[in-house]
C-alpha cells in the first residue's frame, strides 16, 4: 500500500514565521526530505525524523527519491521553503507521480512566501496590482523573462523579484535595471531584502538609479516600487487609492466640535 507526500511551505526560514500546519506535517511524517540548507533551519524540529538530504540542482532525483519513500509506503514530508507552490516543490511532486503513474496522495501545505516576507519587513509596498519574475533563466530562457519584466514595468506594476541575480549570472539583473530605468522615474523607491528572517537578515531601501550598484544575491527578494509608491518614515508604501476616495481624518475630531 503506497504512503503519501506532504509537500509543505515552512515560510522564510524562522520557526516562529512557520504555521502550525506545516509543523504538525513535519513532526508527524516518517520522512523528512529537503534541500541542506532547508533541513539545517529546522535542525531543532521532530529530532527523531530522519531526514534525506541533497544539493542545490538535485530536485528531481530529491523528489524521485521521496516518490520511492512513498511508494515504500512512508508519509513523506517534502519541505520547501517559503511557499512550495510559488518557485517551491509542489509542482514537481505532481509531475513526478503522474509521469510515472501512481496512485499516490499529494497534499500541499501553504507557507508564508518570501514575497510576503520582504514585502512585511519594507513596509507595505504590495498594497496594489504587483507581478512577480524569477531572473533566474535555469529553467526559463532569458530572452522570455526579459519579455516578462518589460510588460510587468510598462504595466505601471509593482515588481517582486526573486534570484535577481546569481555569482556567474549577472546579465538578467543588469537588462533589468536598464528595463526599469527606461520605464520609471530615478527616484523611485526599490526595496532590498536579504535572508528574509534568517540569522543574516538585512533590509535596505534604494532607488532605481541606485539599483545596478546594490549588494543583491540569490536570497534577496527585491521589490520595485510603481510611480505611486512612496518612501513614508522610512518604509516602503504603495497607496492603495482610499485618499482618491475618502476622507482619511476625521475634521470633527481633528478640530474639536463646533456649538453655534
Do not use: W
Not at 509542482?91 to 510515472?100: Q, S, W
Not at 531572473?135 to 519584466?149: G, K, N
Not at 543574516?200 to 541606485?210: F, G, P, R, S, Y
Not at 516602503?236 to 474639536?256: F, I, N, Q, S
Amino acid at each position: 500500500m503506497n504512503g503519501s507526500i506532504v509537500v509543505v511551505g515552512m515560510g522564510p526560514g524562522a520557526m516562529t514565521q512557520m504555521t502550525p500546519a506545516a509543523l504538525d506535517a513535519i513532526e508527524t511524517s516518517d520522512i523528512i526530505v529537503g534541500y541542506t540548507t532547508y533541513l539545517k533551519l529546522i535542525a531543532e524540529l521532530a529530532p527523531n525524523v530522519p531526514r534525506e538530504r541533497s544539493g542545490m540542482r538535485q530536485e528531481v532525483q530529491r523528489i524521485s527519491k521521496a516518490v520511492d519513500l512513498a511508494v515504500e509506503g512512508k508519509r513523506v514530508a517534502v519541505i520547501s521553503s517559503g511557499d512550495a507552490g510559488i518557485y517551491g516543490m509542489a509542482g514537481l511532486v505532481y509531475a513526478i507521480v503522474a509521469e510515472r503513474k501512481l496512485s499516490i496522495e499529494v497534499t500541499v501545505v501553504p507557507g508564508i512566501s518570501a514575497l510576503n516576507a520582504a514585502a512585511s519587513l519594507l513596509g507595505a509596498p504590495l498594497m496594489t496590482d504587483f507581478a512577480v519574475i524569477s531572473l533566474s533563466d535555469q529553467l526559463t530562457p532569458r530572452a522570455e523573462i526579459m519579455r516578462r519584466v518589460k510588460a510587468a514595468v510598462e504595466a505601471d506594476f509593482i515588481l517582486c523579484l526573486y534570484n535577481p541575480k546569481g555569482r556567474n549570472r549577472v546579465e538578467p539583473f543588469e537588462l533589468t535595471c536598464d528595463i526599469l530605468a527606461k520605464h520609471h522615474a530615478p527616484q523611485t523607491p526599490v526595496g532590498i531584502v536579504r535572508a528574509a528572517y534568517r540569522e543574516k537578515q538585512q533590509v535596505e531601501l534604494t532607488t532605481i538609479a541606485d539599483l545596478p550598484q546594490a549588494e543583491v544575491n540569490m536570497v534577496t527578494i527585491l521589490i520595485v516600487g510603481n510611480s505611486r509608491t512612496q518612501v513614508v518614515d522610512g518604509k516602503m508604501v504603495t497607496p492603495r487609492g482610499y485618499a482618491d476616495k475618502y476622507e482619511l481624518t476625521d475634521k470633527k475630531a481633528e478640530h474639536g466640535d463646533s456649538q453655534s
